[in-house]
């Protein structure tokens, strides 16, 4: 084979080059992008000449053109270099070093920023409880001062240095300002509320504004924090305005953390509406009852709108719209419990009535639907015992618990069965206490059925119609939870299906007696309707039975039914009633269980012997 001629050697040579300097240079550029360079020797690689011996050190490569060729593209360019080593990540900042940053000028700025500012609402203060100067003059000073503090803020932001100072400059003006807007309206008179609102709303926009275009959250929260924590000291007392000039922050403070997705600064502005709400729903005086109502309304739906907001920009985090839900019904149900007239209970209606919207809008978090559902739960209950009394609030309570129960059947949601669960059983245990208590079931005469000698017709309509909740409250709580998938026909679920059952049970014979008692005022009336609750748990358990041959949690529920018919009979009926009434019920019960244990045990055994037939096999394809 012939040797290869000087030139094309030469040729190969310079292509070679040609190809290192464009794989230096992707090297060069992929470790760029990992953050630092590819160690390496720094000299090129060996690259071999086309023919002949080796030489000791490789020879330089001629020169070329230079290289402007374009970085590939495609899956090639996303790909680490084969030869670079992953660089390890950068490390996190610790505490120390971050205590470290804040503890030179940064938290020297800040500190003389806060000092300032609680001098401005102090001058404000002082100047209107000592009377010095003109009201004029100190609300004109109040706003040169702030106006000049923005001013130089704003100048000093142009030097990169400077930048630290001129953010606690800036907040500080704008705190200031805001005071001497607040002071203006509430202090002195000098604004109508909306005319303040409206230049306060102004104050936090531009604020928040100069925030947003410098990036800077920390002047952001120090304009909020600064603000709403010295507006008591211009105001002097807390009132339904403050909490009015505080949700002006929160609204204007909540669009700028949306946009910026700084959640930091919606919770810092969300916290100081509800604070002053609830502290001026708590303390209101008669004369600002209407007002500190409507303070708590809007409260409620500024809070609420945050964490209900779904659309762009990016809804705040789940963490922080869970706290909105549970802290914006704090002034509404504080206002409710402090007053506790029918306007408190309205307040208190319309805050669960908001909370069920919430939980019930299409697309929510799970656990934010579970904790509006709970809040809403809880809203619901004060207001009914805000809004009733007596034999009312059970009614309200029990039929609340029904309504909940049935929705959740409905709606196949196992949120709103909880709920309706919980505020039934409310109902179920003050029905227990008040209307029928275990005594007028288990003895004649008992209160409040029976006064001394006296039997009361009131208390027994109350009984039945009670009676008649609590069973229908059973009856819908198994219902819902059959189709919610919680109440299954398996034995397991027999454990859920008798403590619902014996609360059935006690609304049944509850009804009952009342319903004999209100016919027959009399002994013989009360042992005639336990007669009639013996047979009917008989009635029940041998339906059961029944429907139970090919569902275990029916037979069990069945059959737990007929033990406590016969412990009824054995250890209440025999020594209870009397007469007649001790018979009927002795006899009725023990037909009933020949005649349906014979029908029974032909049932078990037709099923027992009964031949499933197999499925005919699918046709192929």
């Known amino acids: 084979m012939n040797a290869p001629r000087p030139d094309r050697v030469a040729a190969i040579a310079t292509e070679l080059g040609l190809l290192g300097r464009r794989l230096d240079a992707l090297a060069e550029e992929l470790s760029t992008w990992q953050g630092g360079p590819i160690p390496g020797p720094t000299a090129g690689p060996p690259w071999p000449t086309a023919g002949g011996p080796q030489p000791s050190a490789p020879p330089p490569f001629p020169p070329g053109p230079p290289v402007h060729a374009p970085l590939p593209s495609g899956p090639f360019s996303a790909a680490p270099f084969p030869s670079a080593p992953m660089l390890p990540p950068a490390p996190r900042r610790s505490l120390r070093v971050w205590l470290a940053s804040l503890s030179g000028a940064r938290l020297l700025a800040w500190t003389g920023a806060g000092v300032t500012l609680l001098g401005v609402g102090l001058l404000l203060a002082l100047a209107a409880a000592r009377g010095w100067f003109a ?89 909020v924090v600064g603000a709403a924590l010295l507006a008591p000291v211009v105001t002097q007392r807390l009132t339904p305005l403050l909490v009015a000039l505080v949700l002006v922050l929160q609204v204007a403070a909540t669009v700028v953390a949306l946009r910026r997705q700084w959640p930091v600064l919606a919770g810092i502005a969300a916290g100081w509406p509800v604070l002053y709400g609830t502290l001026v729903a708590g303390l209101a005086e008669p004369a600002d009852h209407w007002g500190s109502a409507a303070a708590s309304v809007a409260v409620l739906l500024v809070s609420l709108a945050a964490a209900a907001w779904t659309v762009r920009p990016e809804p705040l985090p789940r963490g922080l719209r869970i706290g909105l839900v549970v802290a914006a019904p704090l002034p509404a149900l504080t206002f409710a419990a402090a007053v506790g007239d029918v306007l408190g209970a309205v307040l208190a209606y319309l805050a669960a009535v908001l909370l069920f919207a919430v939980a019930a809008l299409p697309g929510r978090d799970h656990v934010l639907r579970v904790v509006a559902l709970a809040a809403g739960a ?48 409310t109902g179920v245990l003050s029905a227990v206490a008040r209307q029928v208590p275990p005594e007028v079931l288990t003895s004649y005469p008992a209160a409040p059925f029976v006064l001394g000698i006296t039997v009361q017709r009131a208390a027994l309509v109350a009984g039945v119609a009670m009676s008649a909740l609590v069973l229908a409250a059973a009856v819908a709580a198994l219902v819902g939870s059959a189709r919610v998938g919680v109440l299954g026909s398996d034995a397991r679920a027999a454990r859920l299906w008798v403590p619902v059952g014996v609360v059935g049970l006690y609304g049944a014979a509850g009804l009952v ?29 041998l339906a059961l039975l029944a429907r139970g041959v090919r569902r275990p949690a029916l037979r069990v529920a069945g059959l ?59 046709p192929r394809a």
């Open 135 to 223: 009201p004029p003059v100190r609300v004109a000073v109040g706003a040169v001062f702030g106006l000049a503090l923005v001013g130089l803020g704003m100048r000093l932001y142009r030097r990169e240095t400077a930048r630290t100072g001129a953010l606690a400059v800036t907040g500080t003006g704008i705190a200031a300002l805001y005071l001497v807007v607040a002071a203006a309206t509430t202090l002195y008179g000098y604004l109508p509320a909306p005319v303040g609102l409206l230049l306060a709303l102004l104050v936090a926009a531009g604020g928040l504004a100069l925030a947003d275009r410098w990036r800077a959250v920390l002047l952001g929260c120090g304009a």
């Open 378 to 425: 809880v809203a619901l209950f004060e207001a009914t015992t805000v809004a009733f009394d007596g034999n009312a609030e059970t009614a309200a309570l029990l039929g609340q618990g029904v309504v909940l129960l049935v929705v959740a059947a409905a709606l196949c949601s196992r949120a709103v069965l909880v709920v309706g669960g919980i505020v039934g059983m």
């Open 513 to 541: 007696i009342a319903l004999a008692l209100l016919v027959s005022p009399s002994r013989a009336g009360f042992v005639a309707g336990h007669a009639v609750v013996t047979v009917s748990w008989v009635i029940v358990a």
């Open 560 to 618: 737990v039914l007929v033990a406590a018919a016969v412990a009824k009979l054995v250890l209440f009926d025999l020594v209870a009633l009397d007469g007649l009434a001790r018979v009927g019920a002795f006899l009725g019960a023990g037909l009933l269980l020949l005649a349906a244990g014979t029908r029974y045990a032909r049932l078990v055994a037709e099923a027992e012997t009964a031949v499933v037939p197999e499925p005919e096999p699918a």
